[in-house]
């Protein structure tokens, strides 16, 4: 395997309530592949199955908590050793006792190690099982006044890359005849135009082909809709990723989902895609009919 370039391996592991879980999705986000609740024994096999089924560039992360209990001597030998042959990063999640008490209250969880003592004993035998961990790691983050925002933003900056950190835009037609995409957190209504299913040379044809794409655009209120509502778009995609929100679906309707809302996908993806975003156009119900 020499010559080869090995993606980044990342082990996440902390205090039960300070965010591991947070962490390992903003991990996903980024395009990390993640194993949650992971014995540390099996570090190396999870590695190796990675880089067979998906290549050894695939940045990887796994999160270890302390149920994984005698196994973390397992885990400082292999991260020592270097023995999954890729750069590893042993990230660790700290918070202030008072408030990760407030956080399993909250959430109504015993804590792991608890016992039939008080929370308060749980979190004192987890950190001294943590300590050495705590020690050795290569970034700690202290998440007891961060928000769940705030700690998305600091994961983003210590392993995103440009890519991974831009927004990913999905603009896809649907027809209403079919219901609502259950995902889209943005719905246009492209009935208000004109549909070419009634021209009998446009019917046989959809919204991706360009005779039917022109006539959508020529006619009557849809360049004044496509200058209005892109900007929008653009708008809330920025506030998105100020909130740590990197997925964003953009739903476009009409009858079927042949012709105009066809058509208007496309265009909104090509300004969208001119803007800078990541974006791909897909037709839920193109081919339906």
């Known amino acids: 395997m020499s010559g080869e370039r090995h993606g980044e391996l990342v082990v996440v592991t902390g205090m039960t309530g300070a965010g591991r879980s947070t962490a390992a999705k903003e991990l996903e986000d980024l395009g990390f592949y993640v194993v949650d609740n992971m014995p540390p024994s099996l570090l ?3 590695v190796r199955l990675v880089d067979e089924s998906r290549g050894t560039e695939q940045p990887i992360a796994v999160v270890v908590d302390v149920r994984s209990g005698s196994f973390f001597q397992s885990l400082q030998a292999n991260l020592a050793q270097g023995a999954t042959g890729r750069h590893a990063t042993l990230l660790f999640l700290d918070c202030a006792d008072d408030v990760l008490v407030r956080r399993q209250d909250a959430a109504r969880r015993p804590h792991p190690l608890q016992g039939s003592g008080r929370l308060l004993d749980g979190l004192i ?3 001294e099982v943590l300590a050495d961990l705590r020690s050795d790691a290569d ?3 202290d998440t007891s006044s ?9 994961i983003a900056e210590a ?3 440009p890519d991974a950190m831009r927004l990913k835009v999905t603009v896809t037609s649907f027809g209403f005849k079919y219901g609502i995409p259950v995902d889209a957190d943005f719905v246009a209504d492209m009935r208000f135009l004109p549909n070419p299913f009634w021209i009998p040379e446009l019917k046989p044809h959809t919204g991706r082909d360009r005779d039917v794409a022109t006539y959508v655009m020529e006619q009557v209120g849809a360049a004044e809709f496509l200058d209005g509502y892109v900007p929008v778009l ?3 995609a920025e506030g998105y990723l100020r909130e740590g929100k990197r997925f964003m679906t953009v739903a476009v309707g009409c009858t079927g989902g042949k012709h105009r809302s066809v058509a208007m996908t496309e265009e909104i993806a090509r300004r969208l895609l001119a803007s ?3 974006v791909q156009a897909t037709h839920r ?5």
């Not at 119900?285 to 009919?289: F, I, K, Q, V």
């Open 44 to 46: 190396r096999e999870v």
């Open 125 to 127: 035998r987890e950190r």
């Open 139 to 141: 970034l700690v983050i």
């Open 146 to 154: 961060l928000n769940v925002h705030q700690l998305t933003d600091k």
């Open 159 to 161: 392993f995103g890359t």
């Open 234 to 236: 653009e708008g809330v």
């Open 276 to 278: 800078g975003y990541d």
């Open 285 to 289: 119900d193109l081919g339906r009919e």
